[in-house]
């Protein structure tokens, strides 16, 4: 989806905004996070180290505060005609969340530094809030795996290991 989605948001604000400004927003959303904003970088001709820093911050920005208001704006939220967003988001974090309450904050580390579809810091964040582990532990947790998805989207995105000389 991140493949798809990525060209899209590019061709709809290429042209009015900067590019580093277009890897901001696109890594702001759920789903694309730091891999869409790194793909989108890679693809708008970026240097490696902006796209790498901008795709980090627009990743990072939003976690704080899911981490310490996503219970209240749900159960807020449970009372208009969001319902059925919020039961479905619920659902989808209850869904993913056996390896955190398996392995804790490891787990939550995995969860997020793997960059597979369904994974990454939002969902991360919402589980680790809906499980009501410790937001002091959880947010570094959460950084260090977003630092990890994005060295590896990077590596493969922007070529790296061959540029390095490896593989």
Do not use: H
């Given at each position: 989806?991140?493949?798809?989605?990525?060209?899209?948001?590019?061709?709809?604000?290429?042209?009015?905004?900067?590019?580093?400004?277009?890897?901001?927003?696109?890594?702001?959303?759920?789903?694309?996070?730091?891999?869409?904003?790194?793909?989108?970088?890679?693809?708008?001709?970026?240097?490696?180290?902006?796209?790498?820093?901008?795709?980090?911050?627009?990743?990072?920005?939003p976690i704080p505060f899911i981490l310490l208001?996503?219970?209240?704006?749900?159960?807020?939220?449970?009372?208009?005609?969001?319902?059925?967003?919020?039961?479905?988001?619920?659902?989808?974090?209850?869904?993913?969340?056996?390896?955190?309450?398996?392995?804790?904050?490891?787990?939550?580390?995995?969860?997020?530094?793997?960059?597979?579809?369904g994974t990454g810091a939002w969902t991360g964040?919402?589980?680790?809030?809906?499980?009501?582990?410790?937001?002091?532990?959880?947010?570094?947790?959460?950084?260090?795996?977003?630092?990890?998805?994005?060295?590896?989207?990077?590596?493969?995105?922007?070529?790296?290991?061959?540029?390095?000389?490896?593989?």
């Amino acid at each position: 989806m991140t493949e798809s989605l990525v060209p899209w948001m590019i061709s709809l604000f290429q042209g009015s905004i900067s590019k580093e400004i277009i890897v901001f927003i696109i890594s702001l959303f759920p789903i694309l996070e730091l891999r869409g904003g790194i793909l989108a970088g890679y693809a708008l001709g970026m240097e490696f180290t902006s796209t790498f820093i901008i795709a980090f911050i627009g990743n990072i920005l939003p976690i704080p505060f899911i981490l310490l208001f996503i219970r209240y704006i749900f159960k807020v939220l449970k009372q208009t005609p969001f319902r059925k967003i919020v039961l479905w988001c619920e659902e989808k974090a209850e869904s993913k969340n056996e390896t955190i309450r398996k392995y804790a904050y490891w787990g939550l580390y995995l969860f997020v530094a793997i960059p597979l579809p369904g994974t990454g810091a939002w969902t991360g964040a919402l589980i680790a809030a809906l499980l009501g582990m410790d937001v002091k532990k959880t947010f570094p947790t959460i950084v260090v795996g977003v630092l990890t998805a994005g060295i590896i989207v990077s590596v493969l995105s922007f070529g790296l290991l061959g540029a390095l000389g490896i593989g």
